[in-house]
């Protein structure tokens, strides 16, 4: 006799959600998964949207990605990936990629490289070593997550629910027997595992644990007249002496990345403007004027990746709930929060199915 079909319920339309569906899907052909997004579009933080104010497509926050990050660089292998690293300090280009572990350690865990919890450095030292170009060659996002990312993962679901957002669950025991949501409740049955790829805040307020403390990530968009170009004609730079920790360049769009931004007590076109005096700074320009911008602030863009939220970091995907299993980069304990955690998360579901 053949057994039912399990249906996942996948709480959380994010990269490890819909990571979780591909390993899913491809583990079990017969799976029926279903993902609940409480937002009007899927991805998480990791989108793209057209902006009318800059008339271009840009990413909710420019992802960068090294070599070294195996799962997620198995979507960009078309892509180019830049195999020099550039700094800007001063009033210099320099590529000595040791002298500024710090800033590398700032941008890969947006927290002060003097808090990182030592458990995540070693495991950073082990996932970059050996110390190779390769592993520190670098692909950077242009406006394209939705379409190299978003698009071909939610392939592998065979429902998708936006604007579904989770209020609470009902349980008996050590069963989850019912999502309750704002459109409809979801009872569940002897064969329906839930999935929750919530992030680590909205996890927080359905199952009232962990609660962490997060850090925040600014990014900004300029739109120039014509394509900005950087000494060298590099496509992107670091910089340890400019209020942006990063440049990237993409055509007419100049995407600026600052690390744990919730210090920084420059606001809107304030900050706008600082920086890009400093962006035109490095060509030894005086700035003409604003160009068109826009400004991102993501106030919970990771957990603080310090030894306090380590030890609060879940030590694997099972819970307390015989038919709850956990997915997103926050739940993958000494790994950095970041795109390639998110995937391993949603491969490492499929273990336990």
Same mark, same amino acid.
């Given at each position: 006799?053949?057994?039912?079909?399990?249906?996942?319920?996948?709480?959380?339309?994010?990269?490890?959600?819909?990571?979780?569906?591909?390993?899913?899907?491809?583990?079990?052909?017969?799976?029926?998964?279903?993902?609940?997004?409480?937002?009007?579009?899927?991805?998480?933080?990791?989108?793209?949207?057209?902006?009318?104010?800059?008339?271009?497509?840009?990413?909710?926050?420019?992802?960068?990605?090294?070599?070294?990050?195996?799962?997620?660089?198995?979507?960009?292998?078309?892509?180019?990936?830049?195999?020099?690293?550039?700094?800007?300090?001063?009033?210099?280009?320099?590529?000595?990629?040791?002298?500024?572990?710090?800033?590398?350690?700032?941008?890969?865990?947006?927290?002060?490289?003097?808090?990182?919890?030592?458990?995540?450095? $070693?495991?950073?030292?082990?996932?970059?070593?050996?110390?190779?170009?390769?592993?520190?060659? $670098?692909?950077?996002?242009?406006?394209?997550?939705?379409?190299?990312?978003?698009?071909?993962?939610?392939?592998?679901?065979?429902?998708?629910?936006?604007?579904?957002?989770?209020?609470?669950?009902? !349980?008996?025991?050590?069963?989850?027997?019912?999502?309750? /949501?704002?459109?409809?409740?979801?009872?569940?049955?002897?064969?329906?595992?839930?999935?929750?790829?919530?992030?680590?805040?909205?996890?927080?307020?359905?199952?009232?644990?962990?609660? /962490?403390?997060?850090? +925040?990530?600014?990014?900004?968009? /300029?739109?120039?007249?014509?394509?900005?170009?950087?000494?060298?004609?590099?496509?992107?730079?670091?910089?340890?002496?400019?209020?942006?920790?990063?440049?990237?360049?993409?055509?007419?769009?100049?995407?600026?990345?600052?690390?744990?931004?919730?210090?920084?007590?420059?606001?809107?076109?304030?900050?706008?403007?600082?920086?890009? +005096?400093?962006?035109?700074?490095?060509?030894?320009?005086?700035?003409? /004027?604003?160009?068109?911008?826009?400004?991102?602030?993501?106030?919970?863009?990771?957990?603080?990746?310090?030894?306090?939220?380590?030890?609060?970091?879940? +030590?694997?995907? $099972?819970?307390?709930?015989?038919?709850?299993?956990?997915?997103?980069?926050?739940?993958? !304990?000494?790994?950095?929060?970041?795109?390639?955690?998110?995937? +391993?998360?949603?491969?490492?579901?499929?273990?336990?199915?």
């Amino acid at each position: 006799m053949f057994s039912e079909p399990k249906t996942f319920h996948i709480l959380g339309g994010g990269i490890a959600g819909l990571s979780a569906a591909k390993f899913i899907k491809k583990k079990d052909k017969k799976a029926h998964i279903i993902i609940y997004e409480a937002a009007s579009r899927l991805g998480g933080r990791c989108f793209s949207f057209y902006d009318s104010k800059l008339e271009r497509n840009v990413d909710n926050a420019t992802h960068a990605v090294l070599g070294a990050n195996k799962e997620i660089t198995k979507f960009l292998k078309s892509e180019k990936f830049f195999k020099q690293v550039h700094f800007w300090r001063n009033n210099q280009i320099h590529s000595n990629f040791i002298s500024e572990i710090p800033l590398i350690l700032l941008s890969v865990f947006n927290t002060k490289p003097s808090e990182i919890a030592p458990s995540l450095l $070693l495991s950073l030292a082990a996932k970059l070593f050996p110390f190779f170009p390769g592993q520190r060659k $670098l692909y950077f996002s242009e406006g394209n997550l939705t379409e190299k990312l978003i698009l071909p993962l939610q392939a592998y679901a065979d429902e998708i629910k936006t604007g579904w957002c989770l209020q609470s669950i009902e !349980k008996e025991e050590n069963q989850i027997t019912c999502l309750k /949501f704002n459109q409809a409740d979801i009872k569940l049955g002897k064969n329906d595992i839930v999935i929750s790829a919530l992030d680590a805040h909205n996890y927080q307020k359905i199952f009232s644990r962990p609660k /962490f403390q997060f850090n +925040q990530i600014t990014n900004i968009y /300029f739109r120039t007249s014509v394509p900005l170009t950087l000494p060298n004609n590099i496509p992107f730079l670091g910089s340890t002496q400019s209020i942006f920790d990063w440049v990237f360049i993409n055509k007419d769009i100049v995407a600026v990345t600052i690390s744990n931004s919730q210090e920084i007590k420059l606001k809107g076109e304030e900050l706008a403007r600082k920086v890009w +005096q400093e962006i035109r700074a490095i060509n030894g320009l005086k700035p003409a /004027f604003l160009p068109p911008y826009r400004i991102l602030c993501h106030q919970r863009a990771t957990i603080k990746q310090d030894k306090k939220n380590q030890n609060l970091r879940p +030590q694997s995907a $099972l819970t307390t709930y015989q038919n709850l299993l956990l997915c997103g980069d926050w739940t993958m !304990k000494n790994y950095p929060c970041c795109l390639e955690a998110a995937i +391993q998360s949603g491969k490492r579901i499929s273990r336990y199915i």
